[in-house]
């Protein structure tokens, strides 16, 4: 139950976006694993996956505080990418923009 949990946690806290991101004040993020794992796969020719956690993505641009926290206690984060041409794409905590 706990692992449904945290992965539902990590869905809401996900912010992944190819529009511009503005964030004007504080923004806290927060993710927490206890006895669970969270799994990132691409399988097969040309596959992508891609997963964000507690990260802003896009055209970031902050104009105050920001705390991004991902804690894992008992558990495991696994980013894989299998087979040719595959991408498996993780940001866990990152603030990246174009």
Do not use: C, D, R, Y
Request: charge should be positive.
């Amino acid at each position: 139950m706990k692992t449904v949990i945290a992965i539902a946690a990590l869905a809401l806290f996900s912010v992944s976006a190819s529009a511009k991101v503005e964030i004007k004040g504080n923004n806290e993020q927060t993710v927490t694993i206890k006895n669970g794992a969270v799994a990132n796969t691409a399988v097969g020719m040309g596959a992508k996956a891609k997963l964000s956690a507690a990260s802003v993505q896009g055209n970031a641009k902050i104009g105050g505080n920001n705390k991004q926290t991902l804690s894992v206690t008992n558990g495991a984060i696994a980013n894989t990418a299998v087979g040719m041409g595959t991408t498996a794409e993780l940001n866990i905590g990152t603030v990246s923009g174009k």
